[in-house]
């Protein structure tokens, strides 16, 4: 099946800096989607990206589709304690989803 | 999302046994999902269904059973539960595709089973 690697795989951040979360394929993907899962919590949506070079952003958080479609990454700007979880990467193909490994973001207060 | 629910929450059980872990949605979302969750692997995709009585494999299937006789219910079981089955195990499900392409996957609480 497809993959998609992520990197990092945890990124310890003092509260107020930035972190930047990575997905790349070997492969063009059709689409990306971001999921955030908080500890102990479930995955949850939050934003799919389709078109080549891509920018979305959603109040701190920004989205891109690289060029080729083969990578992209999730960028948050002044991170909070509320930011803590793990965000995954999942590629969509034929009906599956393939997720990426997570990075797992820690923020210190 | 209230709107799907997996059960039990937590399961013990022992090698050999046979557990059925079940997910219900009230969506009437056409396609659902079974993943596990282990350290290091992020989610795997076990099966999926696309409808009633449709389903086909995933990356990791070996050992699971699926079935879905009704849109909104679609049942994971372990014939003979192996130590390796321990993890945690996701339902999700979407809606078909839109006018605006692939749909988000709505996850439910999932269910932590162990494996003794």
């Known amino acids: 099946g497809q993959q998609v690697m992520q990197i990092p795989q945890y990124q310890h951040v003092q509260e107020g800096e930035d972190f930047t979360t990575y997905c790349n394929s070997s492969?063009?993907?059709?689409?990306i989607q971001w999921y955030k899962q908080r500890p102990g919590g479930h995955p949850v949506f939050l934003i799919q990206l389709v078109k080549s070079g891509e920018v979305k952003k959603q109040k701190r958080l920004t989205f891109q589709f690289g060029e080729a479609k083969k990578n992209s990454s999730l960028h948050i700007t002044a991170t909070q304690t509320t930011d803590v979880g793990t965000y995954f990467c999942?590629?969509?193909?034929?009906?599956?989803?393939?997720f990426g490994s997570g990075t797992k973001l820690n923020v210190k207060p | 999302d209230a709107g799907i629910t997996q059960s039990p929450r937590y399961k013990i059980t022992e090698t050999g046994r046979q557990v059925t872990l079940m997910c219900h949605q009230t969506?009437?979302?056409?396609?659902m999902f079974w993943y596990r969750q282990d350290l290091g692997h992020g989610l795997r995709l076990i099966y999926y269904?696309?409808?009633?009585?449709?389903?086909d494999k995933g990356e990791v299937p070996d050992g699971y059973v699926v079935s879905r006789s009704k849109t909104e219910n679609f049942p994971l079981t372990l014939e003979s539960a192996t130590r390796s089955q321990t993890s945690v195990y996701f339902c999700a499900s979407r809606a078909g595709q839109g006018a605006s392409g692939n749909q988000p996957q709505h996850f439910g609480d999932g269910t932590r089973l162990s494996i003794l």
């Open positions: 969506w009437s979302h056409s396609y």
């Open positions: 492969t063009t993907l059709s689409n």
């Open positions: 269904s696309a409808a009633a009585d449709i389903t």
């Open positions: 999942a590629e969509y193909n034929f009906n599956k989803f393939y």
